[in-house]
């Protein structure tokens, strides 16, 4: 990891604000990238692990359980924004619906946003809801990563045709970022270059 992302990450990460609607969004006052993806796709877990705090963002065992964007200030330098879940199976609406109010128009209107981290969970690909939302930041040029979650849980082989799989899918994507990542909360893999390509956006 290079000393740029060190630094950043070896800083203070504090809550800042939680926000239910639009209208109570905080203040842009510095960079931010924004961790978005399908319930349970690890968007907690994988903020707490590379900020190194167990407890930051809290990670729910209930599906669909996050309502409201959290911000999280890194080390004075950039805003993370752990947004609530898409494609919960008993949630009536549709995802495009559901990104329509509050976590669209976040995403859509956000000048101080730099990156979204869209999150997949390797188990099981990018779903018709993972390219949905995709197809939604495509239309608002969001710039967006695909970023593989729980790789521990996939032998070698499987973990190579996965990222294979995804790059694939970014690559018919007009916002998204030619290069993914794949990273284990758990095992602490795939972090250091995550917090490379957040800290470059904090620069």
């Known amino acids: 990891m290079d000393d740029a992302a060190r630094k950043?990450?070896?800083g203070s990460c504090d809550f800042i604000w939680g926000a239910t609607e639009v209208e109570n969004l905080p203040p842009a006052t510095l960079?931010?990238?924004?961790f978005v993806g399908r319930s349970n796709a690890g968007k907690s877990s994988l903020i707490n692990a590379l900020t190194g705090r167990k407890t930051l963002a809290r990670v729910s065992h209930t599906p669909g359980r996050t309502r409201q964007i959290n911000f999280f200030d890194l080390g004075k330098r950039i805003v993370l924004a752990d947004l609530p879940g898409y494609g919960y199976a008993k949630a009536s609406k549709s995802l495009a619906d559901e990104w329509q109010s509050l976590i669209f128009a976040y995403l859509r209107g956000r000048a101080a946003l730099k990156r979204v981290i869209l999150l997949i969970d390797a188990?099981?690909?990018?779903m018709d809801t993972d390219n949905q939302a995709?197809?939604?930041?495509?239309?608002?040029?969001?710039?967006y990563v695909l970023t593989l979650t729980k790789i521990d849980q996939l032998s070698k082989a499987q973990r190579i045709e996965a990222e294979a799989a995804l790059a694939e899918v970014a690559r018919r994507h007009t916002a998204a970022y030619p290069e993914i990542f794949a990273t284990s909360s758990r095992d602490a893999l795939g972090l250091d270059t995550l917090k490379e390509h957040i800290a470059a956006l904090a620069a």
């Open 123 to 126: 188990r099981r690909g990018a």
């Open 8 to 10: 950043l990450f070896a």
């Open 134 to 143: 995709m197809k939604l930041l495509d239309q608002a040029a969001v710039s």
């Open 31 to 34: 960079p931010e990238v924004a």
